[in-house]
């Protein structure tokens, strides 16, 4: 159907560049994935630090929690992404000459994945709250705040990139890639096996990072809404809500994923049906979310046990000073 025949939406290709380099530094270059990850941390932390001052809850403390996340997150995404798209990954680094295990470590090119950021920064904070003994359910609402604005920027710098792209469609939503992009090597080339001379004739596909900006931002905004409204007052209620909200849009979001190749996943090749790795965890994740809206009562217990007993500490007391007469 495609073979020699140019798209009905290829124009979109004339507007629309991937530009995976925002600029260069003596050389080097510099990522708009990486750009864009640091716009989500920063706008991640006004938005959470907003939020913390309405609650009265300790600045210092925000920053670090901030901080445990983006460890925990990173390291989580990068492994998740590995342990994902090993093989492709490794004869990618193999073609190009690159040593696979010491670009590992070149995260500013992009290969993270949310779903194991999700867990590792979650984990990483956990332990941070315990440890310092924070309010738990505080930093979960920070979360639900903070969380869906971040992964909107980070996936316009997937946008950018030019990865965690779509599947091939007909339909006015499409766009075609530029030549050097994931998009059009996979869905071109690997995909459909057609050599194109230009990027004019490679197959529209659906902008599902675009769809996941629209979707975090529409989350972003009823769950911020919701902690000025409803939920003011009462504390834990917003994160089940953003993992049911999320969980339920990526669920619908990944039937567009066109990066998809069950032959080289390992999960889902014990899966029929054609799901992907994130369609096999997310339902679980939904799950996650509406036990601990019906748990919320022995959450707190539990918070008020092994959590909260030291948040006070984080702020330093004013010395006091005594008029002598």
């Keep these: 159907?495609?073979?020699?025949?140019?798209?009905?939406?290829?124009?979109?290709?004339?507007?629309?560049?991937?530009?995976?380099?925002?600029?260069?530094?003596?050389?080097?270059?510099?990522?708009?994935?990486?750009?864009?990850?640091?716009?989500?941390?920063?706008?991640?932390?006004?938005?959470?630090t907003k939020e913390a001052k309405r609650r009265a809850f300790p600045l210092p403390a925000v920053g670090d929690i901030l901080?445990?996340?983006?460890?925990?997150?990173?390291?989580?995404?990068?492994?998740?992404?590995?342990?994902?798209?090993?093989d492709e990954y490794y004869q990618a680094c193999v073609s190009n000459h690159v040593n696979p295990y010491v670009h590992i470590f070149f995260i500013h090119e992009g290969g993270l994945v949310f779903l194991g950021g999700f867990i590792g920064a979650a984990l990483l904070i956990i332990l941070y709250?315990?440890?310092?003994?924070?309010?738990?359910?505080?930093?979960?609402?920070?979360?639900?705040?903070?969380?869906?604005?971040?992964?909107a920027m980070g996936r316009v710098g997937c946008f950018l990139n030019g990865c965690c792209f779509?599947?091939?469609?007909?339909?006015?939503?499409?766009?075609?890639?530029?030549?050097?992009?994931?998009?059009?090597?996979?869905?071109?080339?690997?995909?459909?096996?057609?050599?194109?001379?230009?990027?004019?004739?490679?197959?529209?596909?659906?902008?599902?990072?675009?769809?996941?900006?629209g979707a975090h931002i529409i989350i972003f905004i009823v769950i911020f809404t919701l902690s000025r409204t409803r939920f003011k007052d009462r504390k834990g209620h917003l994160f089940p809500i953003f993992?049911?909200?999320?969980?339920?849009?990526?669920?619908?979001?990944?039937?567009?994923?066109?990066?998809?190749?069950?032959?080289?996943?390992?999960?889902?090749?014990?899966?029929?049906?054609?799901?992907?790795?994130?369609q096999i965890l997310l339902p679980w994740i939904f799950l996650a979310g509406l036990i601990l809206w019906f748990m919320l009562p022995l959450l707190q217990k539990a918070n008020d046990r092994y959590f909260s007993r030291k948040t006070s500490q984080h702020v330093e007391e004013a010395p006091t000073t005594t008029k002598s007469s």
């Design 129 to 151: 709250c315990w440890w310092r003994k924070i309010n738990l359910l505080d930093v979960m609402d920070f979360a639900a705040i903070g969380v869906p604005i971040g992964h």
């Design 243 to 278: 993992l049911m909200l999320d969980s339920a849009f990526r669920f619908i979001n990944e039937f567009f994923r066109g990066d998809y190749d069950p032959e080289h996943r390992h999960l889902t090749r014990l899966i029929p049906g054609g799901l992907t790795e994130a």
């Design 1 to 48: 159907m495609l073979r020699g025949n140019k798209s009905k939406h290829s124009y979109s290709a004339k507007k629309l560049s991937m530009h995976p380099i925002a600029f260069r530094i003596f050389g080097h270059p510099v990522h708009w994935y990486g750009i864009m990850m640091a716009t989500g941390f920063l706008l991640a932390y006004l938005a959470v």
């Design 166 to 213: 779509g599947r091939a469609t007909d339909s006015f939503l499409g766009f075609s890639y530029p030549r050097q992009g994931y998009g059009y090597i996979f869905n071109t080339l690997h995909k459909n096996g057609i050599q194109s001379a230009d990027p004019l004739h490679c197959h529209p596909i659906y902008p599902v990072q675009l769809f996941a900006v």
């Design 67 to 86: 901080i445990a996340a983006m460890i925990g997150g990173v390291f989580g995404a990068r492994i998740y992404y590995l342990i994902s798209y090993w």
